[in-house]
């Protein structure tokens, strides 16, 4: 087909395939590329501006050679060991801590964010830079370590598709997966007012297909000479972004918003959505503005509907948030469900956050963050709370067998910060926002219904979804871990923040054992019931009966095969080791499910670094094999 096209061009069909440019034209580009769709505008581009590596050299960051035993996501590490806001290398070095911001680069995130990772640059990177090969050769790569804890512009190396440009505030040691670039102040707004314009992306493809965008790709990109932007669009571009970024529970700057709490759940989650839809169309008109004014500067057409809202990369876009698969369509209704479901399971992280005391619904920020942290560190900083956390930091997951059961607590929580007037109504609402179910290439999208049980399909969220969307959302590295018996009917949920070698046996003793007698007792009262009860009786009793049987077996069998024999071994950990390394050294004491331990995402894969596999043999005979 392909041949056939040619053989028509040549003929003088198809003008529309044929494209002519003059040799000397593609000299203007350093290389001299073959790039012939680019429009003489473009062109001119090149022939006009002065490359970036002239003005502020793009600069390649560290190599680690061994990101399992030097970077963390920042969540996995306690908070005291932990400086986000280092001025330059000497600050850094004063400060005596060990985890530091690290740009590693990331998804498609414009302006400002991906501030994910933390790099153990204590002593100035010691551990780093001596780090060597059994020749005595250095692995790592530090590279340009003057430019460290430095403001500056980056961008992902690689990309799935258009490339985006962040700027990073002071305190951050960036990767060679982000490259940077360190410009002045006055500088910075202009470049990164260019760099994130389409007229950019297009100029970049003269060098890159896409997928990888290079320091030397970045340097060569021409600057149009002369030209200042309004960099009161940018500064709000950054803004926006900036206050995107801290309404996540999993960004470091996180502060929960409960300034427009209204008391009807439902009238919040609609403010919510109506604010993000409104800040998500200011920040495509900005965009808009800032793509047309380096447009009209090279001399092309920009036209509005170039850019999309699909595109506009905030967190809380609903339309960049759950952009369908290509092909695929969402309605609007649908656009607000899938907002609405995110915000309920958003509030239930949230309120198992405060009831760990990770979070307060009197101070902003997080209160509980260290290792070991207990419930009288919780007081020292917030005295007169209006949650006290749960005094052993262990929650069960056992439909209200227990006062402090994570269904009673959400219940609890949600009257907290709504009111009791309306706890009904906000229950259910809650409930049939967690019930939203997506479009598909076969199915159309239905809105939910309310329940009619609200605290059963409460519970059937906390037991069957919540620790997996705990996991997705702090990317595989949880810092909340169930304990749970090999057929799940019984759990508890810990933080690691708070785990200490008694754990376990605070878990076996106030909760597992205690739910093994509930659960005998209750065998035995219905077997005395079904001795006199009424034929009419008699199903439900046995139906019951079986269920609790088959509980107590299983509670049993975990007891006995995994959460004694963890117990008596009182197991520490050491938050620096990060999650992988801390969970599976109690895996198997945690959970009883062996078939589950091995599809865990958390369990050790092939291709981890030697540093890992040591650490695997400093653990327990619990560690998952």
């Not at 005391?357 to 070991?372: E, F, H, T, V, W």
Request: glycine letters at 6%; aromatic letters at 12%; a negative charge.
């Amino acid at each position: 087909m392909r041949t056939g096209r040619f053989f028509d061009a040549l003929k003088g069909k198809n003008r529309d395939r044929v494209y002519q440019k003059r040799v000397d034209d593609l000299e203007a580009i350093p290389g001299s590329p073959i790039v012939y769709w680019l429009p003489d505008a473009l062109l001119d581009a090149f022939r006009n501006g002065t490359p970036l590596g002239e003005i502020a050299s793009p600069r390649q960051g560290l190599a680690t050679a061994d990101n399992d035993r030097f970077l963390r996501l920042w969540w996995e590490v306690g908070q005291a060991n932990s400086y986000l806001h280092a001025k330059d290398k000497q600050d850094a070095i004063d400060s005596g801590k060990k985890w530091f911001p690290h740009n590693k680069g990331g998804s498609f995130r414009k302006w400002y964010g991906n501030q994910d990772y933390v790099v153990n640059w204590e002593n100035d990177g010691e551990e780093i830079i001596n780090f060597v090969d059994e020749a005595g050769e250095q692995r790592s790569r530090p590279q340009n370590t003057e430019f460290y804890f430095k403001p500056c512009i980056s961008w992902s190396d690689v990309s799935s598709g258009t490339i985006a440009f962040r700027a990073y505030p002071e305190g951050y040691v960036f990767d060679a997966a982000g490259p940077s670039i360190f410009p002045d102040r006055e500088e910075q707004l202009t470049l990164i007012s260019f760099l994130n314009s389409g007229v950019a992306s297009e100029l970049l493809t003269a060098f890159s297909s896409g997928l990888h965008f290079s320091v030397g790709h970045v340097s060569k990109v021409p600057i149009p000479k002369e030209s200042i932007p309004n960099t009161k669009i940018i500064d709000e571009l950054i803004s926006l972004f900036k206050s995107d970024l801290m309404e996540t529970e999993t960004a470091n700057s996180f502060s929960a918003n409960l300034s427009h709490i209204h008391q009807d759940l439902s009238r919040t989650f609609e403010i919510d959505f109506q604010r993000a839809i409104e800040n998500t169309n200011y920040a495509r008109l900005l965009e808009l503005q800032n793509n047309n004014h380096w447009a009209n500067v090279v001399g092309i057409e920009r036209p509005e509907e170039s850019l999309s809202l699909n595109q506009v990369s905030l967190l809380q876009n609903p339309y960049f948030a759950f952009a369908p698969e290509k092909g695929q369509t969402r309605s609007e209704e649908e656009y607000r469900w899938l907002f609405f479901q995110r915000a309920a399971q958003e509030l239930i992280s949230y309120i198992i956050g405060l009831w760990f005391g990770r979070y307060s619904l009197d101070k902003p920020g997080l209160i509980l963050a260290d290792q070991g942290a207990s419930l009288q560190d919780y007081l020292a900083q917030v005295p007169e709370p209006t949650l006290i956390p749960d005094d052993d930091g262990i929650i069960p997951f056992t439909d209200g067998y227990f006062a402090d059961d994570a269904l009673l607590r959400v219940q609890e929580a949600i009257k907290a910060i709504y009111g009791e007037e309306n706890l009904e109504e906000n229950l259910a609402f809650l409930v049939q926002c967690l019930n939203v179910k997506s479009s598909g290439k076969k199915s159309e999208f239905t809105a939910p219904t309310l329940p009619t049980n609200y605290r059963e399909g409460l519970f059937k969220y906390l037991d069957k979804e919540f620790l997996k969307t705990h996991e997705a959302m702090y990317s595989n590295r949880p810092i909340y871990w169930m304990f749970q018996s090999p057929k799940g009917y019984f759990k508890a949920l810990i933080y690691q923040h708070r785990y200490t070698a008694a754990t376990a046996g605070q878990v076996l003793a106030k909760y597992a054992v205690p739910y093994r007698n509930a659960l005998t007792t209750e065998v035995k009262d219905l077997q005395a019931q079904l001795d006199s009860a009424a034929r009419s009786q008699q199903a439900a009793l046995r139906k019951r009966l079986k269920w609790v049987e088959t509980a107590l077996a299983d509670v049993t069998a975990y007891i006995d095969d995994s959460l004694y024999p963890l117990s008596i071994r009182k197991v520490s950990i050491d938050l620096d080791d990060g999650v992988r390394v801390n969970y599976n050294k109690v895996a198997y004491g945690i959970s009883g499910n062996r078939e589950q331990l091995k599809k865990s995402a958390l369990r050790p894969q092939k291709g981890f670094s030697d540093w890992y596999k040591k650490r695997k043999k400093a653990g327990t005979q619990f560690w998952q094999e």
